[in-house]
């Protein structure tokens, strides 16, 4: 009686929210979870096929939009926290909005993004089947603190899982497949990482994360560097090194901002795919989307097919299709590894100079020391913009960190107001020109809705 109340009262708060255009992503789960504390425990135990989370730093709402697009195309009705809203609240709200009043979810299968910080209780009250994480980096020191912090609370949960689990881990993130040697006898482990000479960097960038090994503290060498400290390493001391992939992506071809290809080896054979999304760092969501399906027994063509048909998620490598044959492209940023991939992806396009707009919020979702954009390597964008807009709470900070990158100062306009530098920059586009737009999460959100007003795009709870 007690979870039913809950859930009728929780769904009831949702349907509300969203007939007056406000969403409701995390509230109704709030209230909820206020009236039964195991309603998270109670609703997934409906799912007859089980639940599978996906977590890490960077990339897990697209790894969860490309796991549950390769699930749907399996046949199977997958509940997921599409909106991103990855606390225990918001995943009661993602059950709510799938129940009926009664509590019957109308799904088979549950698929949940989750918070790095909230990921031990998650766990602890879903308990899923399957665990993908994609990769540790520092974000927002101020609620998560170092990762070290989070890593040693990744290794309690693991050592808690259930027999019959799988942890499906970025072999290539050193803290991440360090997570395999706690798991508990009768947890599967598997692989996955990159394997592309073509994609290494130089050496190991500015925004690094694990120089040390994570079990002795010696330093590690790396025979191949391809995001920040994901790659090939060894430790020069211990026997800590990255585990050979069960699932590996080679033959990576980049195709500027629109597309990707690659081929998957796998413990069968290789399997061809494309990936609507473009950038290295999706090449890694992707490889653990589809890791994740293969090891649950989906088949080959269902991933193909899954990759091939995926769309952005919001703000995410969003296209925005403008008048006059215009275009708008909205890539989130929240971190100097995330932000640098994003650089790196912009820079080596084939547009020979880049109208840009960076919007920086700090508020609490962004997390409120925003030192972290010296950590970011924008020196790549001298030479490169045509122009630079900077908006947000802190337009002027990101305006002062680009000239010290080497931006020509006549090349910045800065306006703190989003609606009004959006309107203007996108004001200074030619027909057959795209607006680059790189905001933060909150600073995302307004952008989004400044343009559902304008009839633009769709709420993100209806996508």
């Known amino acids: ?45 409906r799912l007859p096929s089980g639940s599978a989370v996906v977590t890490g730093t ?34 009661t709200s993602t059950l709510l909005d799938q129940a009926t009043f009664s509590g019957k979810l109308v799904a088979d299968v549950g698929l949940f993004e989750v918070d790095e910080a909230a990921f031990p209780q998650a766990i602890a009250e879903i308990g899923p089947r399957l665990i993908l994480v994609n990769n540790l980096f520092r974000d927002q020191l101020d609620r998560y603190g170092e990762i070290d912090t989070i890593r040693k609370r990744w290794v309690a949960s693991v050592q808690k899982l259930g027999v019959g689990t799988t942890l499906v881990l970025n072999a290539d993130d050193p803290s991440v ?18 394997d592309d000479p073509a994609q290494t960097l130089s050496e190991l960038p500015h925004a690094v994360d694990a120089t040390k090994c994570v079990v002795c503290g010696s330093p590690l060498r790396y025979s191949a560097v391809y995001i920040s400290h ?33 081929t998957l080896t796998t413990p069968a054979e290789p399997l061809p795919l494309s990936l609507g999304v473009p950038g290295l760092y999706n090449v890694y969501n992707a490889t653990g989307a589809a890791a994740a399906a293969l090891t649950l027994g989906l088949a080959p063509e269902n991933v193909r097919l899954g990759l091939a048909e995926f769309k952005a998620a919001f703000g995410r490598i969003e296209r925005v299709a403008l008048a006059e044959d215009k275009a708008l492209l909205l890539a989130l940023v929240k971190n100097p590894v995330g932000f640098n991939e994003v650089l790196r ?60 990158a080497g931006v020509a100062s006549s090349l910045i306009r800065v306006e703190e107001d989003i609606a009004t530098v959006l309107k203007e920059a996108t004001e200074h586009l030619l027909p057959g020109e795209t607006l680059y737009v790189t905001p933060t999460y909150t600073a995302m959100l307004q952008t989004r809705q400044i343009l559902q007003k304008m009839g633009m795009v769709l709420p993100f709870w209806e996508e």
């Open 1 to 45: 009686m007690k979870q039913t109340f809950a859930i009728a009262t929780g769904k009831a708060l949702l349907i509300l929210l969203q007939r007056t255009g406000r969403g409701g992503t995390a509230l109704p789960g709030l209230i909820a979870q206020r009236l039964d504390p195991h309603i998270l425990t109670g609703l997934t135990a």
């Open 230 to 262: 994901m790659g090939h390493y060894q430790c020069t001391n211990c026997d800590f090194k990255r585990p050979e992939p069960d699932y590996l992506a080679q033959n990576i071809l980049l195709q500027g901002t629109s597309t990707t290809q690659f």
């Open 58 to 91: 960077n990339g897990k709402t697209t790894t969860t939009r490309l796991f549950s697009t390769i699930l749907q195309q399996a046949g199977l009705k997958v509940v997921n926290n599409r909106s991103g809203s990855n606390l225990i609240r918001g995943l």
């Open 345 to 404: 992806m912009l820079t080596t396009s084939a547009e020979p100079k880049l109208k840009l707009l960076i919007i920086i919020n700090d508020l609490i979702a962004d997390g409120r020391d925003v030192s972290w954009l010296w950590d970011v390597d924008f020196e790549v964008l001298a030479g490169k913009v045509e122009q630079v807009f900077t908006g947000g709470l802190r337009a002027a900070d990101m305006a002062v960190r680009l000239k010290y």
């Open 177 to 194: 497949a360090y997570l395999a040697r706690f798991a508990p006898t009768g947890v599967r482990t598997v692989f996955f990482g990159l």
